[in-house]
Structures are given as C-alpha cells and as structure tokens.
C-alpha cells in the first residue's frame, strides 16, 4: 500500500477532529446575542475547548491571543503529517502569519505603542526569527532583525530613514502581493490552484471597489496595487473594472464575468457574498479526503474566516454597534 493511502486519510480525519471542536453556527448566532463583553467571554469558554483558560474579563486583545495560539496549536499539529513537497507549500502558506508580524511591527512603530503581545505569541512560537519584533521602536530595528531579503527588499524601498512619512498602505499591499503571487505559483494542483486564484480574483474585486469608491486612486495606482494574476476573472474585464466611472458601472462589468452572482451596488453585501462563497469553495475541499495540503489550506482558511467572524462579533459587543449589519457578513 503506498504511504500516501495512509497519510492523506490520517491528517485529513485528525483535520476534521480538530475542526468539530469548534464553534457551530449556533454558537456564534449565541455569541452575537450578547450585550456584554463578559457574556460573549463566557460562551468562547464555554463553547471552545481550546478557549476554556480564557479570563472572564479578557479584551480583544486577549481573545485574539488565544485564538492565534490556537492556530499554533494546529499548525504544530499538522505539520508532523506532511511529506517534504507539502512540507514546502505549507511553509509558504503559513508565511502570511510571518508577514502580518512584520506588518503588526510597522504599525507599532507608526503608533508609537510600547508593544504588541499578538506579534509576541507567534515569534515565540513560529518566527523565532523575528524575535524582538514585538517591542521595535524604530524602522532600522525592524529592519536589522528582519533577515529574509524578499521582505527586507520591500521594506528599505519604503522606510528610506524616514520615521515619519513611510506609506504603510503601500508597504502592506507589496507584502501582500508577494506572499499571494508566491502561494499560487507553489500550488501544484488543480483544486489548491482553484482556491488560490478564486481568493486572489475576489481581492482584486475588492481593492478595485474600494480604492474607486473610498480612496479616489487613479486608474494606474489602481494598477499597480492589484495582484498581476488572472483566474476565472479575465485581465480584460479587471480592465474594464478599473475603467469604469462608477459603482453602477462596475456593477455592469462584473454581471458579465464568472461572478456575474456576486455582482451588487453595495461594497459591504459584495464583501459578504466573496465571504459566502469562499467558505462552500473551502468546505467543499475540505470534505473531499483528497490531497492532504488541500485539506489543510481549506482548514486554516475555514479557521481564520471563523476568527474573523468572533473578533467582529466581540467589537460589536464591546462598543455596543448595531449586529443587523454584521448578521450579514457571519457565516452561519
């Protein structure tokens, strides 16, 4: 029997163990229910194992600490299952928690905030490369304990021994293209190239929309800032997108393209069905007991879809916003 009969049925059954222990759709409509930080606390003790150390008076910042331990936990877990090649995707998929200490550090730095324990939890127990990141001062400390040439590249093109002026909006977005064009090019098959580029063509959508509608940007800036990468979504029709003049137009463009049922006039319910739709894309792989790394990618991502659902919900509860809106965007 080859090794591989055994070892995709064994991570993907240890996946879905993992995954079972996890909120439910009722528990996050439960959680949403709160009018109080400390009751939406006690249903993250209650409802998730892996959350049941949570302090009764934990803040976001706490939630979110146990939440990326918890990713840790899984990561630490499923990388003991994986041959050398899925080893290799699975280091480059797990490097976007590496670009969002560097990116988190950067914002310490620009907040002029003492220190960041979210940047902590992950070089303690991942990047320990980055170690120090969680306390910079200065962009030259970022720089010298940021050793990987492909980050440190971006970052001297930007900091420029300029303290104050730096564009971390561009920053961002250079990172952010970096890890997504390298993710997809490593993908090796079919189905992980799917949900790869479906992603990528939903946040050149999303970037198209917003930097027309709320930042004002020129169609060449507009260029420059997307991800050179087309899936189902045609360069001719990002074209046309960041050609039109409005949000009607660009409504036109996208009723014609692979998307045409995710097409709305409103940025939020567009947002919400890109949200919807990624979720069957990752469930559906998730179930398939096919390639082990396709099984993984669909599980974090599922993971950090339902971490984003819990932060927005204990915000909304901790500044007392209306939950209408935000029923929408759960994923229940």
Same mark, same amino acid.
């Given at each position: 029997?080859?090794?591989?009969?055994?070892?995709?049925?064994?991570?993907?059954?240890?996946?879905?163990?993992?995954?079972?222990?996890?909120?439910?759709?009722?528990?996050?409509?439960?959680?949403?229910?709160?009018?109080?930080?400390?009751?939406?606390?006690?249903?993250?003790?209650?409802?998730?194992?892996?959350?049941?150390?949570?302090?009764?008076?934990?803040?976001?910042?706490?939630? /979110?600490?146990?939440?990326?331990?918890?990713? @840790?936990?899984? +990561?630490?877990?499923? !990388? %003991? &299952?994986?041959?050398?090649?899925? *080893?290799?995707?699975?280091?480059?998929?797990?490097?976007?928690?590496?670009?969002?200490?560097?990116?988190?550090?950067?914002?310490?730095?620009?907040?002029?905030?003492?220190?960041?324990?979210?940047?902590?939890?992950?070089?303690?127990?991942?990047?320990?490369?980055?170690?120090?990141? /969680?306390?910079?001062?200065?962009?030259?400390? @970022?720089?010298? +304990?940021?050793?990987? !040439? %492909? &980050?440190?590249?971006?970052?001297? *093109?930007?900091?420029?021994?300029?303290?104050?002026?730096?564009?971390?909006?561009?920053?961002?977005?250079?990172?952010?293209?970096?890890?997504?064009?390298?993710?997809?090019?490593?993908?090796?098959?079919?189905?992980?190239?799917?949900?790869?580029?479906?992603?990528?063509?939903?946040?050149?959508?999303?970037?198209?929309?917003?930097?027309?509608?709320?930042?004002?940007?020129?169609?060449?800036?507009?260029?420059?800032?997307?991800?050179?990468?087309?899936?189902?979504?045609?360069?001719?029709?990002?074209?046309?997108?960041?050609?039109?003049?409005?949000?009607?137009?660009?409504?036109?463009?996208?009723?014609?393209?692979?998307?045409?049922?995710?097409?709305?006039?409103?940025?939020?319910?567009?947002?919400?069905?890109?949200?919807?739709?990624?979720?069957?894309?990752?469930?559906?792989?998730?179930?398939?007991?096919?390639?082990?790394?396709?099984?993984?990618?669909?599980?974090?991502?599922?993971?950090?879809?339902?971490?984003?659902?819990?932060?927005?919900?204990?915000?909304?509860?901790?500044?007392?916003?209306?939950?209408?809106?935000?029923?929408?965007?759960?994923?229940?």
């Amino acid at each position: 029997m080859p090794i591989s009969a055994i070892k995709y049925p064994s991570i993907n059954a240890k996946l879905k163990g993992m995954y079972a222990k996890r909120l439910k759709s009722d528990d996050i409509l439960d959680l949403c229910k709160q009018n109080n930080l400390k009751s939406a606390v006690a249903i993250l003790k209650n409802k998730n194992t892996n959350l049941k150390t949570i302090d009764e008076n934990a803040d976001r910042e706490q939630i /979110e600490k146990l939440l990326n331990l918890e990713i @840790i936990y899984n +990561i630490e877990k499923i !990388v %003991k &299952y994986l041959d050398k090649n899925d *080893k290799r995707i699975f280091d480059i998929l797990i490097s976007k928690y590496e670009i969002k200490c560097i990116k988190n550090s950067i914002k310490l730095v620009y907040s002029q905030n003492d220190f960041d324990e979210n940047i902590k939890v992950w070089t303690e127990n991942i990047f320990d490369n980055l170690k120090g990141l /969680e306390s910079v001062k200065t962009t030259d400390e @970022i720089l010298k +304990i940021v050793d990987k !040439v %492909k &980050y440190k590249k971006i970052l001297k *093109k930007y900091f420029n021994n300029d303290e104050e002026n730096f564009n971390i909006f561009d920053i961002d977005n250079e990172l952010d293209k970096l890890y997504l064009k390298n993710l997809y090019n490593s993908a090796g098959n079919k189905k992980l190239e799917k949900m790869i580029g479906t992603k990528i063509d939903f946040i050149n959508i999303l970037w198209i929309y917003r930097m027309k509608q709320y930042y004002k940007f020129p169609e060449e800036k507009i260029k420059e800032s997307i991800i050179d990468i087309n899936y189902f979504l045609k360069k001719s029709e990002i074209t046309s997108l960041i050609k039109a003049q409005n949000l009607n137009e660009m409504n036109e463009v996208l009723k014609n393209t692979e998307y045409s049922k995710l097409a709305s006039d409103d940025i939020y319910d567009l947002e919400c069905k890109t949200k919807k739709y990624l979720q069957k894309l990752y469930i559906k792989n998730f179930k398939s007991n096919l390639l082990s790394i396709n099984c993984v990618y669909a599980y974090l991502n599922l993971v950090e879809l339902e971490n984003n659902d819990i932060i927005s919900i204990i915000e909304a509860v901790r500044y007392g916003i209306d939950k209408t809106r935000l029923l929408k965007k759960l994923l229940v």
